[in-house]
């Protein structure tokens, strides 16, 4: 069903009028309700925009949001609310999308089903054409999640890939090791607040609005929302290599400390100018002869609607479905698994020594930890297990705090992380791949997941594990293990131990992380 204009002329109950449609009320009210029920999702969100720079524009999106739907009153008089029970079916599949999410402790994307709640609640309860005129302003809203962090790797190398051709084209030369670069007037690395993702989502919020506010046509609010992607990481290359170029001209007494992060924001104030200087030659004014038009041939929406209150309640009730079989799930106990997994004090010609590995990933939660060093008659291997007995949000096999190095780490990463595919006596045996530099030494290591017997390297068929044992009500213990070894100037100097002990250590493993299936 959809919307239709009522004709009526003259009263002074619309959207327009001294008074709010009850209509209107009960749309706001169901929206309402169903904040109180999701609170503790949204009280997350408010928890990252106060603790992270990054997002605290988080705390805007609703009301420029609601500023938006306030400037288009005068359209939405004119559309009589008419129910679409439609809407029930994709906002039963949010809840579900909810719980799951919930269960896999995957906190974006409960935000996300919270928040995309509100578009599909209106459209349920409102119909098609007053969601359809609200599209952009309730689209807007998904602008309020914190995530973007997923991103910070790829725009580090990028930009760290971006710095060093500009310098070697500047004739400057240059040594990399990850994203980590030396050039003759200093060192220099590129961490997270270089790389980008400030600018990036900064730039696609207000590029988003200003090509709202600016355009009519969708393709060049859609042009313009593309280039608010790719100007800002495209200028934050530029950035990095004109700080470098800074503290290099200046013997490394500019650009070197925190003056170098207030450099870079002017820098990005300019070039959004720019950007939506340039823009604004191709602007659309808005036409408000239509508006105008509408609000002449507006009458009120009722002052209550049978079929809206109907919506509504059927609504809230569907958007219940998730929260209860939440309750039920996660408040059944859950017995903890303690046994761990016992490594063996010989595996072949390898020999357990308990001395610390020297290097250490790091890990969030209170983990059963067992690190060691493995040795035979020529190489040592570190072995570091993180044993989780149950699973809970910050305390997890897959997590932010879980890490092979941190920002503040006397170690540091080389390049990305690869995935690699062993051809193990036993058959392939897939593991993430990486270097760590530190203390004048190279370490390759290798890393797994172990879950109910399964050994993954992918932390998506981790959550998804940990959802469906929740739902089960089995266990969710499980395992990291982390294998590393140093080598000089080949990787295949490190990879020849680390394959010979993890093919030693592989029945033993295997043997102590498959009872938590039989469970």
């Given at each position: ?147 973007g962090d997923i991103f910070i790797p790829a725009l580090i190398d990028l930009t760290a890939d971006a710095t060093v051709w500009a310098l070697q084209l500047s004739g400057i030369p240059v040594f990399r090791e990850g994203s980590t670069f030396a050039i003759p007037s200093g060192h220099w690395s590129v961490v997270e607040a270089c790389s980008g993702i400030r600018y990036l989502i900064a730039s696609m919020t207000l590029g988003s609005l200003y090509a709202y506010l600016t355009y009519r046509s969708p393709w060049r609010r859609l042009t313009f929302f593309a280039l608010s992607i790719l100007v ?288």
């Amino acid at each position: 069903m959809s919307a239709v204009l009522d004709q009526g002329v003259g009263q002074k109950t619309g959207i327009t009028g001294k008074r709010l449609p009850g209509a209107w009320w009960l749309a706001i009210a169901a929206i309402g309700a169903i904040a109180v029920v999701y609170s503790g999702t949204l009280a997350s969100m408010v928890a990252v925009w106060t603790s992270s720079d990054t997002f605290l524009h988080g705390f805007l999106i609703a009301p420029i949001s609601a500023y938006l739907i306030w400037q288009r009153r005068a359209e939405l008089a004119a559309l009589r609310p008419q129910p679409n029970l439609l809407g029930l079916l994709p906002l039963a599949a949010l809840g579900v999308f909810w719980l799951l999410a919930t269960l896999a402790d995957v906190h974006v994307a409960r935000q996300y089903a919270v928040v995309a709640m509100v578009p599909t609640v209106l459209w349920t309860v409102m119909g098609n054409r007053i969601t359809a005129a609200l599209a952009f302003p309730l689209g807007f809203l998904l602008f309020s999640v914190p995530f973007g962090d997923i991103f910070i790797p790829a725009l580090i190398d990028l930009t760290a890939d971006a710095t060093v051709w500009a310098l070697q084209l500047s004739g400057i030369p240059v040594f990399r090791e990850g994203s980590t670069f030396a050039i003759p007037s200093g060192h220099w690395s590129v961490v997270e607040a270089c790389s980008g993702i400030r600018y990036l989502i900064a730039s696609m919020t207000l590029g988003s609005l200003y090509a709202y506010l600016t355009y009519r046509s969708p393709w060049r609010r859609l042009t313009f929302f593309a280039l608010s992607i790719l100007v800002p990481i495209a200028a934050n290359s530029a950035r990095a290599f004109l700080i470098v170029m800074i503290g290099h001209l200046s013997d490394m007494r500019l650009a070197v400390g925190v003056d170098h992060l207030i450099y870079g924001w002017i820098f990005f104030g300019v070039v959004m100018l720019l950007l939506f200087w340039i823009g604004a030659i191709w602007r659309e004014d808005h036409d408000e002869r239509e508006d105008m038009h509408l609000a002449r041939s507006h009458a009120a929406a009722p002052a209550f609607s049978l079929p809206v209150a109907g919506a509504a309640i059927a609504a809230l009730a569907v958007a219940l479905i998730g929260p209860v079989w939440a309750q039920i799930v996660l408040h059944r106990a859950e017995t903890a698994d303690l046994r761990n997994i016992a490594l063996p004090q010989h595996a072949g010609s390898w020999r357990r020594d308990d001395s610390h590995p020297g290097w250490a990933p790091h890990y969030a939660g209170n983990p059963a930890i067992q690190q060691y060093v493995y040795r035979n008659a020529e190489r040592a291997v570190g072995l570091h297990l993180a044993y989780y007995a149950t699973q809970a949000p910050g305390s997890g096999l897959v997590g932010y705090g879980n890490a092979l190095v941190t920002e503040n780490d006397p170690f540091r990463a080389g390049a990305p992380e690869i995935s690699r595919t062993l051809p193990l006596k036993d058959g392939p045996f897939s593991i993430r791949q990486a270097v760590i530099y530190g203390h004048g030494a190279r370490i390759l290591v290798w890393r797994w997941y172990l879950m109910g017997g399964t050994h993954t390297v992918s932390p998506y068929v981790i959550k998804a594990k940990l959802a469906w044992n929740r739902l089960l009500g089995r266990s969710t213990a499980g395992a990291q293990i982390v294998l590393a070894a140093e080598f000089h100037d080949d990787e295949d100097e490190a990879s020849l131990p680390l394959t010979l002990l993890l093919e030693q250590l592989i029945p033993f493993i295997q043997q102590g992380g498959s009872h938590a299936q039989r469970d």
